[in-house]
Every structure is written in structure tokens, then in C-alpha cells.
């Protein structure tokens, strides 16, 4: 199903922020909101907003190669986004990395058994007073949290799961 | 004339236009600043950093804002950064330097990032040899590698964008100019960047891979091997290849070209060409190729080509001598009397078809285009005049495109069309489908197949539309044959004449009718005086024919059989061709590579092409092949030198009076320079040393009566109720016999094909892909279903050439 | 001292509109749109002597009165793109003060005739957007935004766009090119974005924090803004102090406070009590300003100042580093950022990053030779005044001070 199809008031909404004749400039939230269920980007998807917007099918893929935020793969349903930059990493980040996989069990990079976490290491999300911080981008977009420990964090995480468990 | 700015670069003055950057104004007095990302042909973007220089301004008093003297000259400020050459525009007192220390340290230090990440396989790269990075790098680069060799970003070197380009992911300095000329010139979008820093990498997400007509020019402005072509990847070495100019014979625009070739153990020890490339025509098709031009010259070195003369013995071709070819192929002729019929296409130069043409002229014969559009003798009339240039059209210029789908008919007229509407011409779109040269158009008219007259009288009639093209100070018509045969595409030419004639739009530059022909020489056909027929079965039938680069048989079942009932048919081609099999005589013609003549394009321009190779076995000229025949029906044709046949049209052909081949083979200085020593400033297209052609006058030019046919009402029918009309339509790659045996082609030729609206296709029950069965006119075969919501319900599309012979619209059925 | 931009740490729940309202909020806007010209408002903020605070401190009514008025529609684009490691201000005032930053953006719509504004927000914002849309809602239902405001004919729609994690975006032209739909890569300047910008039109692009200064100047006046700071940087700055330190976070303070009294009054001193080593006041793309003298701590935080200890205040967002942290781990961390953000556009940053993170990767875990340190030097010298964008340019900064100033952290790490 087409994007248009399947959120006409989002996609309406969206379109209705640029001049007619830049449409193109839709490129960016309909990305996110072909990225919406699966956590990345398809093909199809790509075509679709291709279509829509007039361009071609390359110049959508060159958005989404450009951007982090976009995924043209299938990771964890939530990216655990660990900030280890350098203010966040003089605090503790790198540590705050490190034993979070550990306790995880998987290395940065990597996405947990159950399919739920993957955990990556970003740069700089300006909150660099609060760290150890993360983002999750998930279904729902992105959320902070700060001041975290591993401990907090894998409160979160076990939270994530039942969430997940009860949507299934 | 633009305000015109004077500056210093390395120590000399230059005077250019403003807006001049610097790197072109260098151009301009042999000052080569190096460039990678810059081309003269696309927009600024400061992209590579290899152009940097020192520039200084002259300094200005505040209040009086004349120059601070200092010693008799203006002081000079010079900037603490180096800046780009490609960039900066030219001002008044301006002072570059592109070789101080500075300059030379900052050029280096770029060269030296480039080399960090560029592999060094030179020896077995393509562009080895002619690569601006080569030649910079053993000019000015490091002797020495500081980059630990052993941390380079080692990638995929063997990368297929699409079936004709391949991409070395390792070569690629990520200067932007392929995606910049896909997007800015040819305007197909369709590679691009993925990722970004150093992971930047092109790739091309359209199906199929690098789907553009367009696409091997990326790899004459590639400035290192990353671009190259399927075709000539691992060919051979540039160094070893020598250049032939040509003219490319794939459709009326007449591009230069520069045919590359070697002698080659593969082929037997022969000279064969390799590689096709452009030569420089600003007028023409500037330094740009479509890859049809490029790809689909194989057809002259196939396997196919005749070789020797033969005559038909107890049903059998066998072998036999010229003499006793022609001879017995002019005794039918002179037997048939006035059932002799000539039929040459437009395949052959200006010196066979006056031939051919005299021929007709002084037997009883009559001479015969084989064309499916009609409507030459009106573009020979009222022009366009001599002078008239796309490259210079913008404002103040109509252009009408009528029942044709330039970007698959003549994709170079295409490319000029849009860049002419880009720069500010009124472009009017008039076709019964979309087609893609609506996105760059003022205005678009969609009508109904059979309505093309109407819409073209109506640009007379009170309307926005008309008004743009009545109050134009120029106007050009191209017209074709998008779904119209000869009785329909004349009906459209006479409209247009008319219509340019009422409005003195004929006799001038950028002024008068186009004709977006079939094949490369339909107009010079024209311009000798052939005549095309709507119903050629009739006058093949039971006739003593002379067929010349032609090969109906093959093109229509209803042609095959009106030849079977010929009482004589000689054959006169390059190559093996169904036709040849009812031949009674065959008479082996040498490939447009293997000798020299004219050809006139559809803007009437005369070029002159060149031998590249040598003849393929006892082939001969087709102008001295008439000759031979006209011998023995006792007329008297130049045989021998090309040039003076076509001294002997000049004197006959009013259009070309006054011309001959040294006036053809002239040239004059263009912009921008390309294809010297610098072979990075405009890619390897070559240089133009061996003519620019020239155009031919128009008779409304010279000042003859014109005399313009009564328009019809209709060009031609209408679907019926309850009746699905079939229309035929060209298509760039189709089964032709000069794009077939290019095997590189196959994928995009594609199967034979028909084109319905998606409710015609769904009240038959098809759907997209699906193979149906197509039958009209007693022809009948296999076709996969496409879909276009922008055609009437009423019709099919057929593309031409592509396995169902369609001459004309006829009612057909699917199924 | 009241807070000009951090207001709500003085009035609570100022992001509630009838509060912001109740405290003179939307009077500058209405005041100016029918009762002043637009260039007159322009004026105003020249006259404050209020510079960017994005971290070029260009002087902002200058760059209004650049605006092309030969060229329309024009457009205001707030930079809300805040990446620079170590910046976290702006995220602040849009969460917690935001209808004087979309005041501060109304105001400067009128000052340069646009009609439409975009707040481009970094990807990574989206709990921040949602809240911004749901405040621009708020106005425009209370007729702060929308058609023929206040009963004139100025009419103006305030919309926001998402970015989707890239650094350089913060470049004002790679935004306008991401804005466009296009890949976020700067473009070549001149021209300027108040000649050709958005859609090739003219555009001003404002910093966060530099648009939420525009209320409260227009209603108490030039002259009041430019009694606070110095007499070169006129105001207040939202410093964003990071690193070591015990109590990091925004301090809204008069330019010209020194970084003693930042670090050590508002910051509570340096972690477990150790020295200073080094400051990056302009977040990664600064120069490490050593400091082996109790006199650089004394330095005001003010343009010119700055400078003077070898640095260049930029955004303002202070990273303190001491004495446990050896620079070649540092220049290592800031490489391996730089070199993921590079856009690729030109040859020299997208080479150059990539080369200097490989040099700092092998001296950081101890594969280096000596020799590797002075390469790692020539090559950010080779890199720098030769780049498209800024971003190139300050790439370099960190390494090429952290080399001169800290030498004996890198001659340890090569020999080790």
C-alpha cells in the first residue's frame, strides 16, 4: 500500500508545508514516515515517494544515504543510540557503552537475540551535561533518555520488551 | 554585447565578458589551471579544490572609490586564502596567479588527498593515457606516498551502474561531473551519491541501471577511469588507437563523431573500429553522444556484410563478377522501361541518392524514398534557414514539438530543445501522449491521435498558446511521426509550412520546419527530389526494382509479398538482409566507415564523413555502383570520385549551390575549448579539425515562389466505437539493422511491445507484461503488454521496427 | 540578574502561552508589525550590537539588512541544527522558553518581509518538534501566527523541519540545501543566503539563541542590550559547559565573565578536584587553549578576548579538560567526528578527515612513530584556508593546537 494510502492526513499534512513547485523538500518526513513500521526504508517505499515527489528513485536513495537517521536495513526495533562524543565520553560514555553490551551480550553494532535492541555508538545528541545519554529511535520516533546508568537502562530495556511482548 | 572585464592572470591581460570565472578566462589565453569537478559545460561547485590560485583585487579608496596607485599601477591586495578558480568570476584589475609557490603548494596538496584514496592500477586502466589525473599526477604530484599504502579504502572495482557503464568504485575522486551532466544537462536523474564523506559512492537506482540515452558521455568527462563503457572497457590502449571524424548515421541529427581505431589481432589482423566518440560541433551536438551513436556502430563490422557481387542461377545466389552483376541488373532495368522503380532510404549519402535520382531521371524510372514520413520537399522549401542554432535559441524563440517523442527519435535534438527552453524559449509540447520533453515546456497539448492537424492549425486560432507563438520574434516546428504514417505526417508538415509561411516565420535564422526523420539522410533524399508513396506495395508490384540500403522484406510482410511478384529485384546493401533472399542480383555497398560522403541532417546541414577502415571484401561505393550500372543502360555518372558527384549536385541541386568539400570540411574556433593537452578541462571528446558542414538554403531563403499544398482536415483516422486503433511510434533501441547486431543493445531493444491505456487493458483483460497476441492487416505476432494513462482508450501503441510490421494506423485486435 | 533567554528558570511554566503572554510575551511582535517599518525594526537589533550565536558572530541586523528586496518571496530560516559536540543551548530554550524563540523568529519575519519561517531542527529533536508544533498551533489559534495579523496585512506561517542526522546541516547552506530536499552538502558562497537562499530566494538564517534575543531588545530597547557584555560583544550568552567539570549545564551570563567564574562559581570546579588542562570553547571544532597559567582562567569570555589566549569563542559551548585526559586520546575522539560528518563534497575534507583519523587512530593505540605526529601536523596545515565549508577548516583546529600545545601527550603515546 502506498504511503498516501495508508497515511493520507500525515502525508497531506506534510505537503501542505512547502510551495507546491518545491515539493521535493517532502523528501525528509515522508522518510520518516515510510521508515515508520518497519524501522527502515524499502524499496517500494523509496518508488513511492519517488512518484510522489516527482524525482527520480536515485535521488531518494541519495537522501537516505546521507542522513543517519534513515535505514535502508532491518535492525533491532529499537536503536539504543549511545552518545560517546567527546564531552559525553569525558563523563563516562565509553564505560557507559561498554558494560551496557556487555550486559547485553552483544557487541556496538549489534542487535539483540530477541530482535528488540540494537545498540549503536553515535555522535554528539547535545546533551552533553546529562550524559551517560542515549536516544531509542523506534516505532514511535525518537526519544531521549539522560543521566543514565546501565542499571536505569536495563530497567528501560525490560520495560521495551514487555511493551513489545503485549503488542504481540 | 555584455560588459566586457579586464584582468591579469600570471602576468598577462585578458579582456572577457562578465561572469567569465577565472579557469575559462585562463582557457582563453593557454593558461591551463588544473580542474577535476569543473567542465564548461556545467554549473560552478568549487567541488575538488584542485583549481586554487592566488588572487589579488586592487584595493579601493573609500570615499572616491577609484584604485589606491602605487607606482603608476593599482596596489593589489592579495587574499590570505587561495580560492578556486572555478568559482570566482572575472573583475576589473583582477590579478591571478596560478603558478606562485602558493598556488603550485595548494594544487599539490589537493593532488596528494586525491592520491590518498586512488588505487594505482594505471596500467590496466582504461583511461590510462588519457587521464587528467595521470597526466597531473607525473606533472606535479608527489614522487612519494605518505599515505601508508596499506590503509587505502580498497572497493568494488567492477560495478555495472547499468549494462553499458561500468563503475570502479576505487577510481572515483567523487568530483560530482557524471551526476552533474545526468541532472543539469541530459536530465535524467538517475545516479547519484549514496552515503557521504569518504564513503560517497555513486549508484544508480533506476531499472534499468543508469536508464538514460545519455549515459556514455559520463565517461568522455570522467576525469579518471571510474566511468567506463561496456563496450570499450579492456579494449584497448588510447595511445594505440588512431581518429577518424565521422558523422553518426543513426538519425537525422548528424552528430560528429570521432571514430577510434585499431589494428587488432582478434579481428584477423584488420583495422576495425573501437570505439565511437564525439567531435566537438557547437551547432550540432556539441561535445555530447547518444548511446545509440555510441553503441550501435557494430552493425558495419558484422559477421553479415556482403562481400561479393551475386546473381541468382537456377534459384541459387552464386558468386559473380561486378561487370556481370551490373550488367545484368541495368538489362532488366532498361527492359522494364517504365516498370522500372528505384527505393533507397536514407541511409545513403547525398552522392548516391543524386545518383540514383539522376538515374531515375534519365531512364523511365521513377525514384523512391523508403520512408514512413512524408513532407521533405516542405522542409526544403520554407527552411529552417541557413544559421539557425539551437545552442543559441532562448528567449525570444518559439519552439513546437508536434507528434514526436524527440528524446527516442533524435535524443540529441532533445537535449538542445530543453537546454534552448531552459535558457528562456517558449517550448510548446503538442503530442497525443507524455512524453518526456513536457516537464521543460511553456505549454503542452494533448490531443487525440488524428487530431495533429487541428492542434497545429489552432496555434492561428485566439489563445495564451498561440499568442506566445505568434508574437515570437523566431519560431521552429519539428514535427515526426508519433502515430502517423505518410499520408498523416504530410498532412502535419503542410500545416506547419502553412502556419510558419502565414507568420514569416520561413528564410531565417532559428526560423522554419524540421522534419524528425526515420534515418540520417531522409533530408538530403529531399533535397535530390525522391518522393515517398503511401501504398509502396502497389508500385513494387510486378516491377524490375533497385532496392538501395533498404530491406523491406523483413520490415513487411505486405512489402514480401508485393516483391515475390516483382518481375526483377537487385539488391544494394551493406549487409545480409531478408530481402536479399528474392534478390535477382546483389550488389555488396561499402559501410559508411569504409569511404568517404555527405550526409545533409534534419536541420540541413551538409558533413562530410571520413574512411576509417578498410573495405570489407569487393565492396564498392553505392554512388559507384549506380554509375557502373548506368553505364550499361548508357547513361554517364561520375563513378570514381566522390567529391565530384558531389560537385555535379552542387551545380544541379539549387539548395546546394555554391558548395563543395573543402568548403564542408571548414571549421572555426568554439567554445569551450576541448581535446588538447588538457584533457581535463572538457573530457576526451575530440576536437573539430576536419569541418562543421553547412547549412543548406532554403528556398523561401532564396527567394522562390513557394507554393504550400492545401492542408486536410485530418491527418489521420480516429478510433471507432468498439475498435482499438493501432498507431505506430519509434523507439530509440529497436530491431533495426543497424542497431541489432550491437549485442550490447539487446537488453534495452527489449521484446516487441504494445501500448494500451490501463482501461482498454482491463475491459480486454491484460494486464502490464503480460505477452498478448496482436494481430492487424493480415499481421499477426506476440507483444508484451506496457501501460500509458496519458493516450486515449481508444488506441494501441506500436513501436516500429519491432517485429510487427506497422506502417500506418490500421484497427487491430488484442489479445 | 533576571535571565534574557533562559527565562523560565525565573518565571515557571513561561512555555504555557497565557503565561508567556501575562509577562509582556507577543508585545514586541505586535508592537513592531503595527507600528513600526520592517527596516526600522532591523535597526533596532543593528543598534543592539546583537552578533550570531551560532558561533560566526555575525552581527545579525547587518545580515537582515542584506536581504535582497529586488528578489521575493523571502524566507526565515531559524538554525535550530544544534550539533556541535558540547552545545546543548538551544535544545533548552525551544524546550523551555519557547514562545520568545518563535516570537524572536515572527519578529525577524516581519524585519525582512517574509512570510513563511521554518525552524530546521536536527533529526534527533523529535520530541522538541513535536512540542514546537504543538506551541505554534497555540499561537496561530490565538492569532499570533496566520492571516492578516493584529488587522494589518502581514500574514505569516511558521513551519518546522526535521533534519535527519547530519552535522553539517548546521552549515546554513548545506541546510537550505537539506530543506530543498537535496543531500545536505554546503554550497559555494557568495552568493549569500540573503541574495539566494531557500528555493534560491532570499533568505536570513538565524541561530536559536540568536532569534530568542529579539523580543526582549525590541521592548526594552537597544540601548538596554548593549549595556550588558562588552563593548565588542554586546549581551548575554548561554555558555554550555561540558567535560570535567562538577556541575555541568547551561549558565546564561554576560559576555565578558570569565572562564574562572564560569568553571569554578557556576560549574562548581573541575571533577575530583583536578586542574584545568586545557578548554575548547567552541565545542569540538575549537582550538585547545592550554592553560598553564592561572591567568588564562581569568580571561573574559567576550570575542576579541578569546583570542588572545589563542582561541575563538565561537558557539561558547565549553568543554573542560584536565590533567587525567592526554590529548592525543581527545584529538582522536574529535577526528573520529569529524570524519564521520565530513559530507564529502570537497576533496580536502573528505580526504583529509579520513587521513587525519587514521593517523590518530594509530597514535592513539600506541602503533605510531614519531614521525607519524609530525605528518599528522602537515597534514591539518595542508588541509587548512584550502576547504569549501567551515567544517573542513575546524577539523584541523583541535589537532593542530592539540600538536603545539600538548606535544608531550603525543612524544608519550608515540613512544609507548
Known amino acids: 500500500m502506498s504511503l498516501a494510502n495508508k497515511y493520507p492526513k500525515e502525508v497531506k499534512q506534510i505537503l501542505s508545508k512547502y510551495p507546491p513547485e518545491h515539493k521535493r523538500s517532502a523528501v525528509m518526513p515522508l522518510l520518516y514516515l515510510a521508515q515508520r513500521e518497519e524501522g527502515y526504508v524499502t524499496k517500494t517505499a523509496m518508488q513511492d515517494i519517488a512518484k510522489m515527489l516527482e524525482i527520480t528513485e536515485t535521488d531518494v536513495a541519495a537522501i537516505v544515504g546521507f542522513y543517519t537517521l534513515y535505514h535502508d536495513e532491518k535492525a533491532g526495533k529499537y536503536r539504543m543510540q549511545v552518545c560517546t562524543d567527546l564531552p559525553c565520553a569525558l563523563r563516562g560514555a565509553d564505560q557507559f557503552i561498554e558494560s551496557l553490551c556487555g550486559n547485553l551480550g552483544i557487541k556496538v553494532g549489534e542487535t539483540t537475540e530477541d530482535g528488540l535492541i540494537t545498540v549503536e555508538g553515535v555522535m554528539c545528541l547535545a546533551g552533553c551535561d546529562k550524559a551517560p545519554m542515549f536516544q531509542v529511535q523506534g516505532p514511535d520516533g525518537i526519544k531521549y533518555h539522560e543521566n543514565m546508568t546501565v542499571d536505569k537502562t536495563m530497567e528501560l530495556i525490560a520495560a521495551l520488551k514487555k511493551t513489545a511482548g503485549e503488542a504481540k | 554585447m555584455s560588459k566586457q572585464v579586464t584582468l591579469t592572470i600570471d602576468g598577462k591581460q585578458v579582456t572577457v565578458p562578465e561572469g567569465t570565472l577565472v579557469v575559462d578566462a585562463a582557457k582563453m589565453i593557454g593558461i591551463d589551471i588544473p580542474v577535476f569537478c569543473h567542465h564548461p559545460k556545467l554549473e560552478p561547485v568549487g567541488m575538488c579544490r584542485m583549481c586554487l590560485v592566488e588572487l589579488g583585487r586592487p584595493m579601493r579608496d573609500r570615499n572616491t572609490g577609484q584604485f589606491v596607485m602605487e607606482n603608476g599601477s593599482p596596489k593589489i591586495q592579495f587574499m590570505p586564502k587561495l580560492e578556486t578558480a572555478c568559482t570566482t568570476k572575472v573583475e576589473d584589475g583582477l590579478v591571478v596567479l596560478t603558478q606562485s609557490a602558493k598556488a603550485t603548494e595548494g594544487q599539490k596538496g589537493t593532488l596528494e588527498f586525491l592520491l590518498t584514496s586512488h588505487p594505482l592500477d594505471c596500467p590496466i586502466c582504461d583511461k590510462g593515457g588519457e587521464c587528467p589525473l595521470q597526466n597531473l599526477t607525473m606533472a606535479h604530484g608527489p614522487g612519494k606516498s605518505r599515505f601508508i599504502y596499506d590503509e587505502k579504502k580498497h572497493r568494488d572495482k567492477m560495478v555495472p551502474l547499468g549494462e553499458l557503464i561500468y563503475l570502479d568504485r576505487e577510481r572515483c575522486i567523487q568530483c560530482a561531473r557524471c551526476i552533474r551532466f545526468q541532472s543539469e544537462i541530459a536530465g535524467d536523474s538517475v545516479i547519484g551519491f549514496d552515503e557521504r564523506g569518504r564513503s560517497t559512492q555513486i549508484v544508480s537506482f533506476s531499472d534499468p541501471g543508469f536508464d538514460s540515452v545519455f549515459s556514455g558521455n559520463t565517461s568522455d568527462i570522467c576525469p579518471v577511469g571510474a566511468l567506463t563503457t561496456a563496450d570499450f572497457r579492456f579494449g584497448a590502449r588510447p595511445w594505440e588507437l588512431e581518429a577518424q571524424a565521422s558523422i553518426c548515421t543513426q538519425c537525422p541529427v548528424g552528430c560528429n563523431t570521432t571514430l577510434n581505431t585499431r589494428r587488432e589481432a582478434k579481428a584477423g589482423g584488420k583495422i576495425v573500429v573501437k570505439r565511437v566518440m564525439p567531435r566537438q560541433n557547437e551547432e550540432v551536438n556539441e561535445i555530447w553522444l547518444c548511446d545509440k551513436g555510441r553503441f550501435a556502430y557494430h552493425y558495419a563490422e558484422g559477421k553479415a556484410r556482403l562481400t561479393k557481387p551475386q546473381v541468382r542461377k537456377d534459384g541459387k545466389l552464386t558468386r559473380a563478377s561486378w561487370e556481370a552483376a551490373t550488367k545484368l541488373a541495368a538489362e532488366n532495368f532498361l527492359k522494364a522501361k517504365k516498370n522500372f522503380v528505384i527505393l533507397a532510404s536514407g541511409r545513403l549519402s547525398n552522392e548516391d541518392l543524386f545518383n540514383l535520382k539522376t538515374l531515375s531521371e534519365h531512364s523511365e524510372g521513377k525514384a523512391y524514398l523508403y520512408s514512413h514520413m512524408a513532407g521533405g520537399e516542405l522542409t526544403s522549401l520554407v527552411g529552417v534557414g541557413e544559421g539557425t542554432n539551437f545552442g543559441k535559441m532562448g528567449a525570444g524563440t518559439t519552439i513546437v514539438v508536434v507528434a514526436s517523442n524527440l528524446y527516442e527519435e533524435a535524443p540529441i535534438w532533445y537535449l538542445r530543445v530543453k537546454q534552448a527552453a531552459e535558457r528562456g524559449a517558449n517550448l510548446i509540447v503538442m503530442n497525443a501522449r507524455e512524453t518526456k520533453l513536457d516537464k521543460y515546456a511553456s505549454f503542452v497539448v494533448r490531443y487525440a491521435y488524428g487530431d495533429e492537424v487541428k492542434t497545429v492549425n489552432d496555434l492561428s486560432k485566439k489563445s495564451k498558446i498561440s499568442d506566445s507563438f505568434l508574437k515570437s520574434e523566431n519560431a521552429v516546428i519539428l514535427y515526426g511521426s508519433d502515430g502517423l504514417g505518410v499520408s498523416g505526417s504530410a498532412a502535419v508538415a503542410s500545416a506547419c509550412a502553412k502556419l510558419l509561411h502565414d507568420n514569416d516565420s520561413v528564410g531565417k535564422p532559428n526560423n522554419g520546419l524540421i522534419g524528425v526523420w526515420g534515418r540520417a539522410n531522409d533530408q538530403g533524399a529531399w533535397e535530390m527530389g525522391f518522393e515517398v508513396e503511401e501504398d509502396l506495395a502497389k508500385v513494387l508490384k510486378g516491377k524490375a526494382v533497385y532496392i538501395v540500403g533498404a530491406d523491406p522484406v523483413a520490415d513487411d510482410p505486405k512489402l514480401a509479398k508485393a516483391l515475390e511478384g516483382a518481375e526483377f529485384v537487385a539488391v544494394q546493401d551493406v549487409m545480409e538482409t531478408a530481402t536479399i533472399e528474392i534478390a535477382n542480383v546483389v550488389l555488396p555497398a561499402q559501410a559508411f566507415t569504409e569511404r568517404e560522403g555527405t550526409l545533409t541532417s534534419g536541420e540541413r546541414r551538409v558533413q562530410r564523413f571520413y574512411p576509417a577502415v578498410p573495405v570489407t571484401g569487393d565492396a564498392k561505393a553505392d554512388f559507384a555502383i549506380t554509375s557502373q550500372i548506368a553505364r550499361h543502360m548508357a547513361v554517364v555518372l561520375e563513378g570514381t570520385s566522390v567529391s565530384a558527384v558531389f560537385d555535379i549536385l552542387a551545380e544541379s541541386v539549387k539548395s546546394f549551390e555554391g558548395l563543395n568539400y573543402d568548403k564542408l570540411a571548414e571549421v572555426k574556433p568554439q567554445w569551450p575549448i576541448v581535446g588538447r593537452g588538457d584533457l581535463y578541462y572538457g573530457g576526451t571528446t575530440y576536437e573539430n579539425a576536419q569541418g562543421m558542414g553547412v547549412q543548406l538554403s532554403a528556398a523561401a531563403a532564396r527567394g522562390e515562389k513557394l507554393s504550400i499544398p492545401r492542408v486536410q482536415k485530418e491527418a489521420a483516422p480516429r478510433p471507432k466505437e468498439n475498435e482499438l486503433l493501432a498507431v505506430p511510434v519509434t523507439k530509440l533501441y529497436d530491431r533495426g539493422t543497424t542497431v541489432r547486431p550491437a549485442e550490447l543493445l539487446h537488453e534495452r531493444i527489449g521484446d516487441a511491445s504494445v501500448v494500451l491505456h490501463p482501461d482498454a487493458a482491463k475491459e480486454l483483460g491484460v494486464e502490464a507484461g503480460q505477452t498478448v497476441n496482436v494481430s492487424f492487416n493480415g499481421v499477426s505476432g506476440e507483444a508484451v503488454v506496457k501501460l500509458d494513462d496519458t493516450i486515449s482508450v481508444g488506441v494501441a501503441l506500436i513501436p516500429r521496427s519491432m517485429g510487427l510490421a506497422i506502417r500506418e494506423p490500421v484497427a487491430v485486435k488484442v489479445k | ?416
Open chain 3, 1 to 416: 540578574m533576571a535571565h534574557v533567554l533562559l527565562r523560565h528558570r525565573d518565571i515557571p511554566d513561561i512555555n504555557k502561552l497565557e503565561v508567556y503572554k501575562k509577562n509582556g510575551g507577543f508585545d514586541a511582535f505586535k508592537n513592531a508589525v503595527t507600528k513600526m517599518k520592517p527596516n526600522e525594526v532591523t535597526d533596532v537589533v543593528k543598534n543592539s550590537g546583537l552578533r550570531g550565536r551560532g558561533g560566526a558572530g555575525f552581527p545579525t541586523g547587518m545580515k537582515w539588512a542584506f536581504i535582497d528586496n529586488k528578489n521575493w518571496p523571502h524566507y526565515v530560516v531559524a538554525n535550530a541544527d544544534e550539533s556541535e559536540p558540547g552545545t546543548f543551548k538551544d535544545r533548552e530554550i525551544m524546550e523551555s522558553n519557547p514562545f520568545q524563540f518563535l516570537e524572536g523568529v515572527a519578529i525577524a519575519s516581519y524585519a525582512v518581509g517574509a512570510t513563511a519561517a521554518y525552524v530546521y531542527l536536527r533529526g534527533e529533536f523529535w520530541q522538541v518538534v513535536a512540542f514546537l508544533d504543538e506551541k505554534i498551533a497555540e499561537m496561530e489559534e490565538a492569532g499570533y501566527l496566520g492571516k492578516d495579523l493584529f488587522g494589518t496585512d502581514y500574514s505569516l506561517k511558521i513551519y518546522t523541519h526535521l533534519g535527519a542526522g547530519a552535522y553539517i546541516c548546521g552549515e546554513e547552506t548545506a541546510m537550505l540545501e537539506s530543506m530543498e530536499g537535496k543531500r545536505g552538502q554546503p554550497r559555494v558562497r557568495p552568493p549569500f543566503p540573503p541574495s539566494y537562499g531557500l528555493y534560491g530566494k532570499p533568505t536570513i538564517v538565524n541561530n536559536v539563541e540568536t532569534l530568542t534575543n529579539v523580543p526582549l531588545i525590541l521592548a526594552n530597547g537597544a540601548d538596554w542590550y548593549k549595556k550588558m557584555g562588552t563593548a565588542d560583544s554586546a549581551g548575554v550568552k548561554v555558555f554550555s559547559l561540558s567535560g570535567r567539570v562538577r556541575k555541568p549545564g547551561n549558565y546564561e551570563l554576560p559576555f565578558g565573565t570569565t572562564f574562572r567564574e564560569l568553571i569554578y562559581t557556576h560549574g562548581g570546579g573541575v571533577q575530583d578536584s583536578h586542574k584545568v588542562k586545557a578548554i575548547m570553547p567552541a565545542g569540538a571544532s575549537s582550538s585547545l587553549i592550554l592553560v598553564d597559567d592561572d591567568k588564562v582562567l581569568d580571561t573574559p569570555m567576550d570575542y576579541a578576548s578569546v583570542r588572545t589566549i589563542g582561541g575563538d569563542l565561537g558557539s561558547a559551548s565549553v568543554i573542560v579538560v584536565d590533567e587525567t585526559v592526554s590529548i592525543d586520546w581527545l584529538i582522536n575522539k574529535t577526528m573520529h567526528f569529524f570524519k564521520h560528518e565530513s559530507c564529502g563534497k570537497c576533496t580536502t575534507c573528505r580526504e583529509g578527515t579520513y587521513w587525519m583519523s587514521h593517523l590518530t587512530e594509530r597514535i592513539h593505540e600506541g602503533h605510531g612513530k614519531p614521525a607519524d605526529v609530525d605528518l599528522l601536523l602537515n597534514v591539518a596545515k595542508q588541509m587548512q584556508g584550502k576547504c569549501l565549508c567551515a567544517l573542513g577548516e575546524f577539523s584541523t583546529m583541535a589537532v593542530v593546537t592539540g600538536i603545539e600545545r600538548f606535544r608531550e601527550d603525543f612524544d608519550k603515546a608515540v613512544k609507548a
